[in-house]
């Protein structure tokens, strides 16, 4: 099994207030297996044709001299809200129109990741085919066949997608993914708040995933495995949550478990942080 967790720099500055770099180092020392960073193309070009990659080189550099496998995405999506992280001189609808700018980013993304060793795998997207965001908009599969085709065509790494895991058995995603991935990541959160006072998780059972799962013959990852509670919910510890996804997890056929929420866990006490390597006897 392989085991990792996913990394957003501008969650860590911009919510946290907390140094990436010094948050980064204390996620190498983990030594996990893999390591899921994002291109967010906002931060990356905030005007058309200047391209700005240094926060995400800087994490690249210090992945490439620790030997740290790097997962990293590309796309109009990206890890945590608002999901789409579209550059402010163009929108949505634009980009869906006409492309070009998306491609060129596409071509820039690829680019840097072919010159770390340390990635290993790209991700096109995250969660293309699932409405998120405040305007619960997706991304076209037909935009997104294009999208693979361009990776592709400029690097020869494995290609992940992803689908919200909750409902991953509706809408037939997973063979429409199945056809462009080389490995499908599943993401599962299994205590939401469901308003009533309960928590609501994955629509299908363990065994009816697992089906699912092993139907469509391709490697299958849990991308995001929530491992801290969510908004509003009192009482519900990270070591509850890691024990009730931990139970769910292991019933189902997959290659790699990517827990979510190292930020969450550095965040809560910055002199000594509660990181993920807190609960390792409870991962393996």
Not at 194 to 212: L, N, Q
Not at 249 to 267: C, D, H, M, N
């Amino acid at each position: 099994m392989i085991y990792g967790t996913s990394f957003s720099h501008p969650y860590i500055c911009d919510h946290f207030r907390l140094s990436v770099q010094e948050a980064f180092l204390a996620l190498i020392d983990l030594k996990l297996d893999l390591v899921r960073l994002s291109c967010y193309w906002s931060e990356i070009e905030k005007a058309p044709g200047n391209y700005d990659f240094s926060q995400i080189e800087t994490l690249l550099q210090m992945a490439e001299k620790a030997g740290q496998k790097i997962v990293i995405t590309i796309g109009l999506k990206a890890v945590r809200w608002p999901e789409f992280y579209i550059p402010s001189w163009t929108s949505y609808d634009e980009v869906i129109i006409n492309p070009n700018r998306l491609w060129l980013f596409l071509e820039q993304a690829i680019s840097l990741a072919n010159r770390y060793s340390c990635v290993k795998y790209l991700q096109i997207e995250n969660e293309p085919l699932d409405k998120s965001g405040p305007n619960k908009l997706i991304v076209p599969l037909k935009l997104l066949e294009q999208e693979i085709e361009t990776a592709r065509r400029f690097s020869q790494l494995p290609i992940i997608l992803t689908v919200w895991g909750n409902k991953s058995l509706q809408d037939n995603r997973l063979s429409e993914l199945a056809k462009l991935a080389d490995i499908i990541g599943l993401d599962f959160y299994c205590q939401i708040p469901d308003g009533r006072g309960g928590y609501w998780g994955p629509a299908d059972s363990a065994k009816e995933i697992g089906k699912a799962i092993l139907s469509i013959n391709k490697p299958v990852w849990l991308t995001e495995l929530q491992t801290n509670p969510w908004k509003d919910s009192p009482g519900l510890t990270p070591e509850k949550i890691m024990a009730t996804n931990l139970d769910f997890a292991k019933k189902l056929p997959v290659k790699a478990i990517l827990f979510w929420g190292f930020e969450y866990r550095y965040s809560q006490n910055t002199l000594k942080p509660q990181l993920l390597s807190d609960y390792q006897p409870d991962f393996f």
